[in-house]
């Protein structure tokens, strides 16, 4: 794996993002911004899980004035998602926001957006600057207000990553150049406290426009696949593209993005961020597959541990086995794990056999073994 890419570091409430931070995880909220209950609820949601960021949809002025009262309840930081009107960033900002996102796409007037610098410069808050596939402005009307409609605007026709022809201009370079055009007007009123994201459905270019910004600017880059998709289909096209990106080092924070519950994009998110080695949050559960060899319902077996773990707030690897006789050695890197067999189970850690339980046992023994280690960890943190 690449050294990570040095970045320009800023912080979003008490997150630093970039420079040797860690790679945070963010999501966004579901519910309509205007019902603060609804909204503090879903965010509480996602602070139980560990979500380290929380954005917000501001649709209207109600939606901005709304922040204040969702920001007084919860404890992460909160970013305003603003897209057509610069009103609503500035009432946001008064609204007690962390950060704003502004999308150059949708807010193409450069002194609208010079207004929405200034008073977050005031307020010492960072601003993304999230380019989406998806809104991109016209072909030739980077920075120009109003102009073609979507249908028109020829963006559609640009050649994706891969497909351009030698100095053919292509999606990359539109969605590249729109970020550069808002990062000049920011630099320009000497504002550097800032994050990028170049989001795109298609993988391909998705990662070759991150890969190109990175080399053009020292900002921290916010990673995502936009509109991923389902749970499913969403996680594995994102574990694609930003496991592919932040194996080149590149990026500082990510989101998940999924059609279903936001904490499925954390849960995703630290999946992602673990399987690199990158960032350990929770309990990471080493499972087989199964096989005609397995005695037991691995499957079950591994979806009930998946469930009693979850909660835990531990740095352990947990491994559910099929086979008591070559589990343990499989899955010798687990710190503790249950191997099970006909009638009964094998307990073991590191891959060395510690029980052999009755398999009406296992799931109580195999929690218990692993409580045991929680407190040896923790007497051992408390000896330090």
Known sequence: MKPRRVSKPIWVG??????????????????DTRDVQATVRQIKELEEVGCDIVRCAVP??????????????????IIADIHFHHHLALEAIKSGVDGLRLNPGNLRDADKVRSVV???????????IGVNFGSLPPVGGIGKSGGLSRVYD?????????????????????MV????????????MDFDNIKISLKAFDVPTTIEAYRRIARMVPYPLHLGITEAGTVKAGSIRSAVGLGYLLYEGIGDTIRVSLSGDPREEVFAGYEILKALNL????????????CGRA??????????????IKGLNANIRVAVMGCEVNGPGEAKDADVGIAAGVGRAVI?????????????????ALLEEVEKLLQEQKAGSLGD
């Not at 037991?296 to 469930?307: C, G, P, T």
């Not at 073991?348 to 109580?364: D, S």
Request: aromatic share 2%; with cysteine.
């Open 14 to 31: 008490p997150v630093k993002i970039g420079g040797d931070a860690p790679i945070s995880v963010q999501s966004m909220t579901k519910t």
């Open 60 to 77: 209207d002025l109600e939606a901005a004035r709304a922040l204040a009262d969702i920001k007084r309840q919860v404890k992460i930081p």
């Open 118 to 128: 200034k008073a977050a410069k005031e307020r010492g808050i960072p601003i993304r």
């Open 154 to 174: 020829m963006v559609n026709r640009l050649p994706k990553a891969g497909e351009a022809k030698p100095g053919e201009y292509s999606v990359v370079d539109h």
């Open 177 to 188: 150049a729109t970020a550069l055009w808002e990062i000049q007007i920011l630099e320009d």
């Open 279 to 290: 960032r350990q949050k929770g309990v990471t559960l080493i499972a087989c597959p199964s």
């Open 295 to 308: 005695d037991v319902d691995v499957v079950r077996l591994a979806n009930q541990v998946d469930e009693i």
């Open 348 to 364: 073991f850690r590191k891959g060395q056999k510690v029980r052999v339980v009755n398999a009406g046992e296992m799931l109580t």
